[in-house]
């Protein structure tokens, strides 16, 4: 009889740290994105909890998402007739100046490789 008490309770033991393991592997891809400041942090938390729960071929994944950098990309904004409207006329001058200076940069840089393309024409 006391040795059913006993085994009920290595059985609980055992169920408390499979819990246990299942939410510390669970949270560690986010833990450790959100600890390298990564922006997508919550995205990898998720993606590792469905991973987890899916067969864990997605934990691996947030779990390397977690520590990769991601890529930054800058747009420059438009600048639109509402936003004309607000800006005045220092700014709108040196708005233009920038864009006429970056449309001069990109047509030399279409002349150049233009050039380069009919010096290998002639070459061939």
């Known amino acids: ?3 059913d ?9 055992i169920l ?3 819990v246990f393991l299942i939410f510390f592997f669970g949270d560690a891809p ?14 990898i938390n998720v993606c590792a909890w469905i991973g987890l729960a ?14 990769t950098r991601p890529v930054g990309i800058t747009v420059t904004p438009k600048l639109e007739p509402a936003n ?3 800006m005045g006329s220092q700014e709108l001058k040196a708005e233009i100046t920038n864009l006429k200076g970056r449309l ?11 050039g380069q393309k009919a010096k290998q024409g002639d070459a061939s």
């Not at 994105?33 to 997508?40: D, F």
């Open 30 to 43: 986010g833990k450790i994105a959100r600890e390298r400041g990564h922006p997508q942090a919550d995205a």
């Open 84 to 86: 004309a409207e607000t």
């Open 1 to 3: 009889m006391n040795w």
């Open 16 to 18: 408390l740290l499979i």
């Open 104 to 114: 001069a940069e990109l047509e030399h840089h279409l002349e150049a490789q233009t």
């Open 5 to 13: 008490y006993f085994t009920f309770g290595i059985m609980g033991v």
């Open 54 to 67: 899916a067969g864990g071929v997605g934990w691996v994944v947030a779990l390397v998402w977690a520590y």
